[in-house]
């Protein structure tokens, strides 16, 4: 019989993967920022409890991924180069304990998401419902949307998209079809993080049946369609930009080349199953810079516009 060792706290964290949580974080300041740019509101209780419910919701699907790939055994001591990066294969712990901490991360994010319904009323609920859909047909089913060429899409909008959307109705009760528009930017950034572990993952996805958009593409195309992508956001930057924060568009140039400085070594670099941890950081960080560009942007002309 085999002998699982006990659940630490450093294996939790290992699960929820804080490296991810920028994902969540931008998105929601991204939504609160444009509720107080648009219509000059901003609770600061909402924006915590819907920071908390998004967070939480990250941690619960990472962890409910890292479930999934053990037990189908996407993830092993022989594919799994970083201990940091598969806490079920390097610490031992029984997967219930992995599925049942997963579930306590959705409840804990139900829990805050309680406070926003107390002061907003039911129709976050949709947004929520919405939300809590795609996380669980993200990982779980027959076949999870994680495993379908579609993953990079769901994880894009509702991350990038979706959670500004309800993030500025939160604040401002006024669903608001433009706010998918100005959350293009993360949109495509979020669903880059998860086009960059797909692509570094292909040799051991196909094998256990994951027919992800870079499976089928294969390295040399998703490689390419990657660096279009990242390519194209200092495009949809700076025209979003120009059309809806001007003032903050003197920020741009030296924006600009910082985001540049930050995606050249992604550029040059091989997206490779050796590579895949480097990369991984830098695809984070790439979702980093871009979304504190657009932030600096939106927020830098309304400075201006109020202050100037």
Known sequence: MQQYKKLTPKAVLELAAPHTW????????????????MTGKFHLGLFYSTLGVCVLLQCGVNTLNDYVDFIKG???????????????????FHPKKALATGLVFLLLAFCCGIYTLCLCGWQPLIYGALGGAVVLLYSFGKTPLSELPVGEVSSGVVMGGLIPMSCYYVQTG??????????????????????????????RDLPVGRITLPGILGRHKASLLLKVLLAGEFVILLLLGMEYSPRGMTLYPALALWMFLTVWPVWKGALTPENRIRNMIRIVQIHSCVSVCWLLVIGGGYLMENLL
């Open 74 to 92: 996407t993830d092993t001591v022989e594919n799994s180069h970083d201990p940091t990066d598969a806490a079920l294969v390097y610490h031992g």
């Open 22 to 37: 920028p994902a969540a974080v931008f998105p929601v300041l991204l939504g609160s920022l444009l509720a107080l740019v």
């Open 174 to 203: 006024v669903h608001d079809p433009l706010i998918l528009l100005l959350a293009l930017p993360m949109i495509i950034s979020v669903g880059l993080i998860m086009m960059m572990n797909n692509t570094s993952d292909i040799e």
